[in-house]
């Protein structure tokens, strides 16, 4: 089965103090891995795409890097526009269109 | 913005009464997604479609159905609803991201369902 594991599953910041957030996969083969955020009461957004050990995507305060085993995502100087729930997800080993979703990690950027 | 709306967005109902929720787009996209979010499991898979009337189980499927007739609306039923369908539902479309096989997905705004 495959598995998708985020840690830690919340995260208390002070503005300005800089973090990572984990994400674990069991699945081989990747296809893929996505990074969403997600707001209180809201769909989740979608912020990047990794295809391969090494790669790496940014976007303002937020940079995601992937390894054959594990992703992360790196937040530089957090603000509190940046406080969200960050989700990560992978296709099924057994079909692309499917993603299997992590739980989450709930991060709090206080200013 | 993928052009995803979600109808009724809130929505409160007794338990054993039939409810559907709609999913609308406006970008011809071919595979769309309906999904439930609750707090502890994370956003799970209910069902999903990949054309017109050819809609296939994900891993919460038992109690719900779907149809497709037209490529912009994909419809979820709860046949008789139950207090463990309490939830926000979340519909999303896919469209293959430039380079590799894999298909980035996009979601609508949500649906919250209390069913009492």
């Known amino acids: 089965e495959d598995q998708v594991t985020q840690s830690p599953e919340a995260l208390r910041l002070q503005e300005g103090e800089s973090s990572s957030l984990n994400c674990s996969y069991t699945v081989s083969g990747l296809r893929g891995l996505f990074w969403y955020r997600q707001d209180p009461g809201k769909g989740p957004e979608f912020l990047f795409t990794?295809?391969?050990a090494g790669e790496e995507k940014e976007k303002e305060r937020l940079k995601a890097t992937l390894t054959k085993k594990e992703s992360f995502l790196h937040i530089t100087a957090p603000k509190p526009e940046d406080s969200a729930t960050y989700l990560c997800a992978v296709p099924a080993r057994s079909n692309d269109y499917k993603l299997s979703f992590g739980a989450g990690t709930t991060v709090t950027v206080r200013a | 913005d993928a052009g995803i709306t979600q109808s009724p967005r809130h929505k409160v109902t007794e338990t054993g009464t039939p409810v559907t929720l709609r999913c609308h787009q406006t970008?011809?996209?071919?595979?769309m997604y309906w999904y439930r979010q609750d707090p502890g499991h994370g956003l799970r898979l209910i069902h999903y479609s990949y054309g017109v009337k050819d809609t296939d189980k994900g891993e919460v499927s038992d109690g719900y159905s779907v149809s497709r007739s037209k490529t912009e609306d994909f419809l979820l039923t709860l046949e008789s609803a139950t207090s463990s369908q309490t939830s926000v539902y979340f519909c999303a479309i896919s469209e293959p991201a430039r380079g590799s096989g894999s298909y980035e997905q996009y979601f609508g705004p949500g649906t919250r369902l209390t069913v009492t």
């Open positions: 990794l295809y391969s």
């Open positions: 970008e011809n996209h071919r595979y």
